[in-house]
């Protein structure tokens, strides 16, 4: 037997934009000050962040204090998080206000349909990583006879593999910065395994999910404000709120809601040529696939022209690829960047690519787990030595993400003890995922709201068309109609959606987001409570 040894303020102002010599996307519709994000830094192409007066949110005292809104880093100010922003806050105060006082409310409970976390509305975890994670963090277990009829047999082996690969066998020891080589060693395999093509275990960097990833690059990428980075429209807010608070510019193209959120290289050149115009330097292409909020799954000639528009304007291509697993079309399927690129018959020495993985999504959903990767191709040996002393100033990634990254590139197989198990929670979780995509059926039948298929991911981006009526009435309350739907829709039915204007949309259109999270056995009474709001609502701003 082995032994073991050890702002809320909405201020899209024009004039500002052009003091500052902000870049403007080329839209038939640009009114921008009514409804990109009001996340973005005014560096970036479309916000002036107006943070609110001290005295309107704190004591008279308050202002002798050291640290004032004043004061602080203007960076912090000028990014928002729209994921976690005013309509969740209200939220966690409705859910406080239920505990204390049941029926205080037209409702029970509070539904979050706002956050792809997907074990806070009742996923079950995959057995087996968790299997191996407990095994690994309680390794006394392992020479115990009852851990036999407790584990399966590839869990525990499996357990033994990966505890021979950390120093010390300690998960609570600090690791490699660019995280442990074995599992290193492991998630390499497993990207050669899906793409077809070698992956170096020396260009996988292991993070705290995949957020800090894209923050690295960001920070490497960025050394001004003329450093630019094209990112879609609707994006995921963590990259507004990263470019911001790096201090670059964010450079906007459109996804065309018309043809399902496509992306077209024509817009990409279009606003690459703007910003060059603007004195702008565009750094790196962002892509977004499955995409996040908007669900849609590029297909592989858009890629591969993606592909040629990166390698021939000399930008890194930032692949996030978190939502692989997550493809609910029979007509589409998942390709990666890598994948695509070295099908092209493009290496190392002719694009730069970093592709994105998270442990968050996908059918496992361990987003409080917090693991990830990055593969950084493409970049020179210099580069790297830099990537990785920034990499060291964080120590290392946590254990338990790492181990759940290899895990993930890395299942049971054909024959193991636990291969059948997995299968099943795993094609459970997927199917179960593709039925509650289809409610975007029931989204489509309201007054005013079209809604494209989600092909993949874990949302549905509705836009909703709203009557003058309501638009003057959200303007009156100093918000996003987006948001002043939102807002009317949460205090009404306790379901918690984030506004279109926190990811960006075209001018002149309004959207919100939601998860298609929560049980199938919730969606029919979170359908039923839409539907009702949103004609009374409709009826109430009817012009």
């Known amino acids: 037997m082995r032994k073991f040894a050890s702002g809320g303020l909405r201020s899209l102002l024009i004039h500002s934009f ?17 409804s990109l994000p009001r996340f973005l830094s005014s560096s970036t192409p479309v916000l002036d962040f107006t943070p609110p007066s001290t005295s309107s949110m704190a004591d008279p005292s308050a202002s002798k204090l050291p640290v004032t809104l004043q004061n602080i880093n203007p ?27 049941p029926g205080s409310h037209p409702f029970d409970e509070i539904l979050y349909c706002n956050i792809g976390n997907p074990q806070s509305l009742g996923q079950h975890p995959i057995t087996f990583f968790r299997e191996v994670l407990a095994l690994c963090d309680h390794p006394s277990i392992l020479d115990k006879s009852e851990t036999q009829g407790l584990f399966s047999a590839d869990a525990i082996e499996r357990a033994w593999q990966i505890l021979d690969q950390i ?34 275990p020396n260009d996988i960097f292991l993070t705290d999910g995949a957020s800090p990833a894209v923050h690295m690059m960001m920070q490497l990428l960025i050394s001004s404000e003329q450093d630019g980075i094209l990112c879609p429209i609707p994006q995921y807010p963590l990259y507004s709120a990263s470019i911001a608070l790096h201090g670059g510019t964010l450079v906007p193209y459109f996804l065309d809601e018309a043809s399902g959120w496509g992306l077209e290289t024509s817009e990409l050149k279009k606003q690459l040529e703007d910003a060059r115009s603007k ?8 892509v977004i696939n499955p995409g996040n909020p908007t669900g849609q799954v590029l297909a592989e000639d858009n890629q591969r022209q993606i592909v040629e528009f990166c390698k021939q304007e000399g930008l890194v291509l930032l692949a996030d690829e978190v939502y692989q697993e997550n493809v609910y079309v029979p007509d589409k399927e998942f390709h990666s960047f890598k994948k695509v690129s070295r099908s092209m018959g493009y290496g190392e020495k002719d694009i730069s690519l970093v592709s994105f993985q998270s442990v968050s999504k996908g059918y496992y959903g361990e987003c409080g787990k917090r693991g ?20 060291s100033v964080n120590l290392c990634s946590n254990i338990s993400g790492q181990i759940l990254a290899s895990l993930v590139m890395s299942p049971p197989k054909v024959g193991d003890e636990s291969y059948e198990l997995y299968c099943a929670e795993k094609d459970g979780i997927l ?59 949460l205090n009404a039915t306790g379901i918690v959606v984030v506004p279109g204007s926190g990811f960006g ?37 009817r012009d």
């Not at 052009?18 to 009514?34: M, N, T, V, Y």
């Not at 990830?372 to 990499?391: F, L, N």
């Open 431 to 489: 199917s179960s995922l593709a039925r509650r995509a289809k409610v975007k059926d029931a989204l489509n039948n309201l007054e005013g709201v079209t809604c494209n298929r989600a092909e993949g991911a874990m949302y549905l981006f509705p836009r909703i068309n709203l009557p003058q009526k309501a638009i003057k009435a959200a303007e009156a309350a100093n918000t996003a109609p987006d948001a002043f739907y939102c807002r009317r829709l």
């Open 505 to 541: 949309q075209v001018p002149g259109t309004w959207h919100f987001r939601c998860t298609i999270l929560p049980q199938e056995d919730k969606i029919p009474a979170i359908v039923t409570r839409l539907t009702d709001f949103h004609k009374s609502f409709m009826d109430e701003f």
């Open 372 to 391: 990830g990767y990055m593969e950084v191709t493409g970049i020179s040996p210099d580069v790297r030595e830099q990537i990785y002393k920034v990499a």
């Open 167 to 200: 120093p010390g066998r300690a998960t609570g020891a600090y690791s490699h910065s660019q995280g442990i080589k074995g599992l290193r060693d492991t998630i390499a395999a497993g990207i050669e395994a899906r793409d077809g093509y070698p992956a170096d």
């Open 18 to 34: 052009q003091q500052k010599h902000i870049l403007r996307p080329h839209h038939p519709s640009s009114s921008l000050s009514s």
């Open 75 to 101: 960076k912090i100010l000028k990014c928002e998080y729209a994921v976690r922003g005013e309509i969740v806050t209200l939220a966690q105060r409705l859910q406080e206000e239920l505990l204390a006082n």
């Open 279 to 286: 004195g702008i330097n565009p750094r790196a292409l962002v």
